[in-house]
């Protein structure tokens, strides 16, 4: 029981740790972003309403029993895992791996970052070409994936189906980021010939 505990308070610690060093990095960036007095777009409230829908019922997870959420359809039943431990072992180590990754990827990316419901190009930015960034330009969604699919994984859960589902959203948004980026950021189109979407060397 104790190593249940335990290991449900990592994957919350990290989770907490993740929307604490966006918080205090976009503080950091202050006037950077689109004015908070101006009345933003339906759709951006509507991206900003799913991305917190997402962060609630992912802490959720983390604090409820489980059948709660499963209903008693261990995912461990789907992939017939006989042994649950195993899955538990894989999805906490892709969790960890994929937040370093993402807050790395965050860290590096500094002042260049804008929300992903506002993606625009700020004054003074530049193209990010070192860290993971040399081999990769979408880190933060990488990570965050693998992060969501490795909590899900971690916690037994057949929602991790749904990370599956994010991914094609996720190919979508990186397309039109990078088309954007290319005709209004100098030099984008250029590093974009030198790197991968997502996976180093493949995709």
Same mark, same amino acid.
């Given at each position: 029981?104790?190593?249940?505990?335990?290991?449900?308070?990592?994957?919350?610690?990290?989770?907490?740790?993740?929307?604490?060093?966006?918080?205090?990095?976009?503080?950091?960036?202050?006037?950077?972003?689109?004015?908070?007095?101006?009345?933003? !777009?339906?759709?951006?409230?509507?991206?900003?309403?799913?991305?917190?829908?997402?962060?609630?019922?992912?802490?959720?997870?983390?604090?409820?029993?489980?059948?709660?959420?499963?209903?008693?359809?261990?995912?461990?039943?789907?992939?017939?895992?006989?042994?649950?431990?195993?899955?538990?072992?894989?999805?906490?180590?892709?969790?960890?791996?994929?937040?370093?990754?993402?807050?790395?990827?965050?860290?590096?990316?500094?002042?260049?970052?804008?929300?992903?419901?506002?993606?625009?190009?700020?004054?003074?930015?530049?193209?990010?070409?070192?860290?993971?960034?040399?081999?990769?330009?979408? !880190?933060?969604?990488?990570?965050?994936?693998?992060?969501?699919?490795?909590?899900?994984?971690?916690?037994?859960?057949?929602?991790?189906?749904?990370?599956?589902?994010?991914? !094609?959203?996720?190919?979508?948004?990186?397309?039109?980021?990078?088309?954007?980026?290319?005709?209004?950021?100098?030099?984008?189109?250029?590093?974009?010939?030198?790197?991968?979407?997502?996976?180093?060397?493949?995709?």
């Amino acid at each position: 029981m104790n190593i249940i505990i335990l290991h449900r308070a990592f994957l919350l610690a990290g989770l907490v740790g993740h929307k604490r060093v966006w918080i205090l990095l976009k503080r950091r960036q202050g006037g950077k972003h689109v004015n908070s007095t101006e009345p933003l !777009p339906l759709k951006t409230n509507i991206v900003k309403a799913c991305k917190l829908v997402i962060l609630l019922s992912i802490l959720a997870q983390t604090l409820i029993p489980e059948s709660w959420w499963t209903g008693q359809v261990w995912l461990s039943h789907l992939l017939i895992v006989e042994d649950s431990f195993v899955l538990a072992v894989v999805g906490t180590t892709l969790f960890a791996f994929g937040l370093m990754v993402a807050i790395l990827g965050r860290t590096q990316l500094g002042d260049n970052w804008s929300d992903i419901e506002t993606a625009q190009v700020l004054e003074k930015q530049r193209v990010v070409s070192r860290g993971l960034y040399r081999y990769i330009r979408h !880190p933060i969604y990488t990570g965050d994936l693998m992060l969501l699919c490795g909590l899900e994984l971690a916690l037994n859960n057949w929602l991790v189906l749904g990370v599956f589902l994010l991914m !094609p959203i996720v190919m979508r948004k990186a397309v039109q980021e990078e088309t954007m980026l290319m005709e209004e950021l100098e030099g984008y189109a250029e590093y974009c010939t030198e790197t991968t979407r997502f996976i180093p060397f493949v995709v």
